[in-house]
């Protein structure tokens, strides 16, 4: 897999390039690094999405934590940001989620949270790393020195969390459709939603270990888009796979993406005096319409390279508190460490209900510009090489050239996925659509 760490952890398809033994590796250097900064046995706790893979992973990892003496306390299924919340809440020494978040059910992935609720930064990613590949080098104990393990049910510790941060937020009256993409939200968000007093309507939270994501969730809008539609809900709801992310859909059915509810929320926490700095931190895939929204806002917004943990970087460097991706994965820093999407809609409603406006009537404030993104697929061990390629340059220059000034290009190789991302901004849908399907059949040829 050549580096084992991407943009979200160690990330692959399960059983073969995120293998049980790798898993294990994972989990026995990631624990005997903690043990060396932290001077005595880590104490972890561990979590999964509804993969079918899930388990035989978690096994691994808790094995190879064992082994180095750390103990593991297995949470079961919760959203990945569950576990950003209780690994600081509880004072674990880390959190681990096993979670391949959109990705389909055969890939998975294996994330890290330091002690204090954030992702591990690169020096320790970079330590565990060499330890897996000298993994024998980690001693082995035995006897009482040797590591163990319980099981423990959090599910309403964290529901109890997300209620507090709606402050006191009453939803009776209001018919909301939840899909949770039978992923790792099925049980958490339509309780926090019926315990505040909504009728909840809910779809996709019956997984199986092979239908997360399929079809469904923040991914693929359709099917609550039409359930909304016919069955006259005030609001709709999809998380992704881990419940890190989500989209929303008005009363008429169209899907609201993240820099339109960063939007929303940036305007109304403005407002009210409480948007730090008057600024909110955005990648540079953010819709050029809400950098336009920015201007006549007069909301200072800023721009950090692609992943939630860059614009987390930026956020705790500046003293910001809202910041976030297009995909909808939005960090409320004033309540949690990492983007979590059933947080995310409850901000959105409680701004619903102090306004007693709909939720199309608070989207109003950005207008989106025409974007075309396409996925080239190229191998994992070549995608971050796209850019020296002679012929891929000058192609992506000459784009530039021809959209300069009214609109722009960004080529971005995935961080866990084996794709390089293409995404073209203009006025015109049919023509940059054109332009990026010929740029990611170029990079296909070069690059396969």
């Known amino acids: ?203 996709n939270n019956e997984p199986d270990g092979k239908n997360i994501n399929r079809k469904c969730g923040s991914t693929n809008m359709a099917q609550l888009i039409e359930y909304v539609n016919e069955n006259h809900m005030d609001l709709g709801i999809a998380f992704d796979g881990d419940g890190d992310r989500c989209h929303l859909v008005d009363e008429n059915g169209k899907d609201i993406k993240g820099d339109e509810i960063m939007s929303i929320c940036a305007c109304h926490m403005r407002d009210a005096g409480k948007l730090n700095k008057n600024t909110l931190i955005a990648t540079i895939m953010s819709n050029l319409g809400l950098f336009m929204m920015g201007e006549r806002e007069k909301i200072a917004i800023e721009k950090t390279q692609v992943g939630d943990r860059l614009v987390l970087e930026r956020m705790l460097e500046g003293g910001f508190n809202l910041g976030g991706e297009q995909s909808g994965h939005i960090i409320f820093s004033d309540y949690n460490t990492t983007g979590d999407g059933i947080l995310t809609a409850l901000q959105v409603l409680k701004i619903m209900t102090e306004t007693g406006k709909k939720l199309s009537e608070l989207n109003t404030k950005m207008e989106i510009m025409p974007q075309a993104l396409i996925n080239a697929n190229v191998p994992n061990s070549k995608k971050y090489n796209c850019l020296n390629n002679e012929k891929i340059k000058k192609a992506v220059d000459e784009i530039t050239k021809k959209f300069d000034g009214r609109g722009r290009v960004v080529i971005r190789p995935s961080g866990t996925e084996s794709y390089v991302r293409i995404m073209i901004e203009g006025k015109d849908k049919k023509e940059i659509t054109d332009e990026a399907q010929k740029l990611a059949a170029l990079i296909e040829a070069e690059m396969n």
Do not use: Q
């Open 1 to 203: 897999m050549g580096r084992y760490f991407g943009t979200d952890g160690v990330r692959g398809l399960a059983n073969s390039e995120l293998t049980p033994e790798l898993a294990f590796k994972v989990g026995r250097a990631g624990a005997y690094v903690l043990s060396k900064r932290k001077n005595h046995a880590p104490r972890i706790i561990i979590a999964s999405d509804t993969r079918r893979s899930c388990f035989m992973l978690e096994a691994a990892i808790s094995a190879g934590i064992c082994s180095v003496g750390g103990s593991v306390v297995l949470a079961g299924v919760l959203p990945t940001p569950a576990i950003a919340y209780l690994t600081k809440r509880r004072e674990f020494d880390a959190g681990i989620v096993i979670s391949a978040s959109h990705n389909s059910f055969e890939d998975n992935g294996i994330k890290f949270f330091g002690t204090e609720g954030y992702k591990l930064p690169d020096e320790t990613e970079n330590e565990i790393e060499n330890y897996i590949e000298n993994i024998d080098k980690i001693p082995n104990p035995t006897g009482d020195k040797v590591g163990t393990g319980e099981r423990k049910d959090y599910l309403e510790e964290y529901i109890n969390f997300l209620k507090k941060t709606s402050d006191g937020l009453d939803l009776k009256g209001i018919k909301i459709a939840v899909d949770c993409a039978n992923g790792a939200t099925y049980r958490a968000a339509p309780s926090v939603l019926f315990e505040l007093g909504a009728s909840v309507f809910v779809i």
